[in-house]
């Protein structure tokens, strides 16, 4: 559900209206058509990639996703990986799954992975006016990642949502999740960031004082005590160009976390919709820019096949017969008459905040 985000006005005009019920049902006939209305959109569609710029399967490699929408082409980006053992199989799988979505197939160790081993792709995904580079916001984006499950044994996939408005799963869902700051994917693959403080743009080092823990360890009276770095902010980081501690960025769009989905070791069979229970949805709000990290894990000592995954996000939105939602939550509501008589209507006016978890 994607009620609760941000302003948003409804009118309502039904004779049977009346403002005197209460905003509970109110609330449930906005959210009936709501639903209605959308339950029909499009979405966003991957198909017939072609490679734009890099070499293919490498960082920086660019592939072009033409007429996702109309007037816009989405520019998809390997950002980078976890290590040199994670490779790309194919930047979209056609021969299965869901035409329309965008589904990477990533492979580990050429197919097995060792024991105890994990590992991930990161893609970013640009929109911008067809035919061009220049990025085009848009006023929202759903993102639906399907079949994320494991092979029978101890290995999983996972998905990661960065700073999404709201994630919304299966009330019984087979999926766990995992909470953290919002990602800087570009400290992360070692790109120059923009400093918070003084806007210099510089690629991260360690922290010199703590060696990059975050962490400075002092005896006290005999008695070792463990203390957060001052020089770094706990972060264990450092901006090389002006050697202020390292802050991570948040846009303040969204939650400001990163959620990670991960699948059961249970294969399903297929990538199909009525497995709702390995499936989760990511909601973002007036955005041009948005990255994802797919991967998987092996959770045995003992190396295993099936290493080489197939993912699919359905940019487009899912209802869940019993949804569970994070991180919004209603923050403003208000209801008020604009006509009296036979002639009733009302105007609702409500907003959403970022949820504390």
Request: net charge positive.
């Amino acid at each position: 559900m994607k009620s609760l985000y941000p302003i948003s006005q409804v009118n309502f005009v039904p004779a049977f209206f009346s403002l005197r019920n209460s905003l509970k049902h109110l609330f449930l006939l906005w959210f009936i058509s709501f639903s209605v209305i959308s339950a029909f959109s499009q979405g966003l569609v991957f198909q017939n990639a072609r490679l734009e710029s890099g070499t293919p399967g490498a960082n920086k490699a660019v592939y072009r996703f033409p007429n996702v929408k109309t007037g816009l082409d989405a520019l998809v980006t390997i950002k980078g990986r976890s290590d040199n053992k994670v490779t790309l199989s194919n930047i979209d799988e056609t021969s299965t799954g869901f035409q329309k979505s965008f589904q990477p197939k990533v492979s580990y160790g050429g197919g097995t992975a060792p024991g105890n081993a994990s590992w991930y792709m990161d893609f970013d995904i640009t929109l911008v006016k067809a035919g061009t580079k220049t990025p085009t916001k848009v006023a929202e984006v759903d993102a639906t990642a399907l079949d994320i499950d494991g092979n029978d044994n101890k290995l999983r996939e996972f998905v990661v949502f960065n700073d999404p408005l709201m994630v919304t799963t299966e009330k019984v869902s087979s999926l766990k999740i995992d909470e953290n700051p919002v990602i800087d994917f570009d400290a992360e693959d070692g790109e120059p960031v923009i400093c918070g403080t003084c806007k210099q743009s510089s690629v991260l080092v360690l922290c010199s004082t703590c060696s990059g823990s975050g962490l400075i360890k002092t005896l006290v009276n005999g008695i070792l005590k463990t203390n957060n770095c001052s020089k770094c902010n706990a972060t264990g980081k450092l901006y090389s160009g002006c050697g202020h501690a390292y802050k991570i960025s948040n846009s303040g769009t969204g939650s400001g976390k990163a959620y990670t989905y991960y699948g059961p070791t249970t294969t399903f069979a297929s990538i199909d919709t009525f497995a709702t229970q390995v499936m989760v949805t990511g909601t973002w709000a007036d955005v041009d820019q948005l990255t994802f990290r797919i991967g998987g894990e092996n959770l045995a000592s003992t190396s295993q096949g099936g290493a080489d995954r197939m993912y699919s996000i359905r940019f487009k939105e899912f209802r869940y017969l019993g949804a569970s939602m994070l991180p919004v939550k209603l923050s403003d509501w208000k209801a008020a008459a604009e006509k009296t008589g036979v002639d009733r209507s009302g105007l609702l006016n409500w907003k959403g905040i970022p949820a504390v978890l």
